[in-house]
């Protein structure tokens, strides 16, 4: 059973620093690695989308990715109040019965 | 595009009923996959269809079942409630990238 390893926090981050959430796969078979966001009460929302190795930016967010260390990283610019939220990384791997595994995420809050 | 809708977003039963919820998918997506999602155990797969085909099946009993339409479509049904059913149930379609686009949720509860 493949797992992904998340800090379930809560990671706590003044207002305007940069906020880094990690996870890392038990699994090398894992192709196409993702981050989403969850506010509380609400269903989750995909932010990021990373599928090679390297350096992808979306906007204040930024997700890095090394396969063979099995590492996914979210890196959060100038941190608002408005990113505190659970962030999930599911462990995802296509074949012909494609399953993705969810871990319980990481609790991020943002402080004024 | 439309979101995914789900359809009740919420339910109250009585245990030992059944229940049925409905998926409909962002349009031109053929995977449609449902999560029960509660506080102690986070997102739990349930299923996930394609086409119509069941392509792979979470660790959840039998009562727990589903089915897709031609239209993708989906419906998800659950028998014989028991307490422990009571929780978010949350269906997401997508493009077989792995992306997935989450609808908002059905939240049942079980009394």
């Not at chain 1, 207002?15 to 078979?29: K, V």
């Not at chain 1, 990715?65 to 599911?90: E, F, G, H, M, W």
């Not at chain 2, 792979?56 to 339409?69: E, T």
């Amino acid at each position: 059973q493949k797992e992904v390893e998340q800090n379930s926090g809560p990671l706590s981050v003044p207002e305007g620093a940069i906020a880094s959430l990690n996870c890392t796969y038990s699994d090398r078979g894992s192709q196409s690695f993702f981050w989403y966001r969850q506010y509380s009460g609400k269903s989750p929302e995909l932010i990021m989308s990373i599928y090679s190795n390297g350096d992808k930016e979306d906007g204040r967010f930024t997700a890095q990715l090394n396969k063979a260390s099995q590492y996914v990283s979210l890196l959060i610019r100038d941190s608002q109040p408005s990113d505190s939220a659970t962030y999930l990384c599911p462990d995802y791997l296509y074949s012909s019965a494609s399953k993705i595994i969810f871990g319980s995420g990481t609790r991020l809050s943002i402080r004024p | 595009k439309a979101g995914v809708t789900q359809t009740p977003r919420y339910l109250i039963k009585t245990r030992g009923q059944q229940v049925t919820l409905s998926c409909s998918p962002i349009s031109g997506h053929r995977s449609v996959s449902w999560y029960q999602q509660t506080p102690g155990q986070g997102l739990q797969f349930l299923f996930e269809y394609f086409s119509e085909t069941q392509r792979n099946k979470g660790n959840f009993p039998g009562r727990f079942s589903g089915r897709q339409f031609s239209n993708s479509r989906s419906e998800m049904n659950v028998s014989t409630l028991e307490l422990g059913d009571s929780a978010l149930y949350l269906c997401a379609s997508g493009e077989n990238t792995g992306e997935q686009y989450f609808g908002p949720g059905t939240r049942l509860t079980v009394t």
